[in-house]
């Protein structure tokens, strides 16, 4: 006999972290770390690091300084203990980045692909650039489409 679920309502919900954690094996370390996902206040501020870094537009990079600080916070944000609790501060970000690019790539790709910032989040932001592009505004001040 199954038992019933207590729908969750209210603030009940707003105060559990729901996020989920997977891990990650990093050959150059021999080991695995814990990543978990982001906030939705997480991946603004990583995406508005990454805005500062790379030039979608063109496919370059803006500034190499800022591409290393999108970098550590993706790292920083994501890795955590088996309790949850953040591994690296601010004070490891030149630790962190003398690591081999290979582990640096690995992590943040990864850190992507996990807060769904890949090829989902470049799909909505095409639809939105061609929802743009298509609408029109009429001489009488109604929109329409081309």
Request: hydrophobic residues 40%; charged residues 25%; negative net charge.
């Amino acid at each position: 006999m199954s038992q019933a679920t207590r729908p969750i309502v209210g603030r009940e919900i707003l105060q559990k972290r729901v996020g989920k954690t997977m891990a990650l094996y990093v050959p150059e370390w021999d080991g695995e770390i814990i990543l978990r996902q982001f906030s939705h206040t997480q991946v603004v501020y990583v995406q508005s690091l990454a805005t500062g870094a790379v030039d979608m537009d063109k496919q370059s990079i803006r500034d190499t300084s800022a591409l290393t600080r999108f970098n550590f916070a993706m790292i920083r944000n994501a890795w955590v203990d088996e309790a949850g609790n953040p591994v690296l501060s601010d004070d490891d970000f030149d630790d962190t980045m003398a690591q081999p690019n290979s582990v640096i790539k690995l992590i943040v790709s990864t850190v992507a692909e996990f807060n769904d910032m890949n090829e989902n989040a470049k799909a909505a932001a095409k639809v939105h650039s061609d929802t743009k592009k298509n609408l029109a505004v009429t001489t009488n001040g109604a929109s329409g489409t081309n």
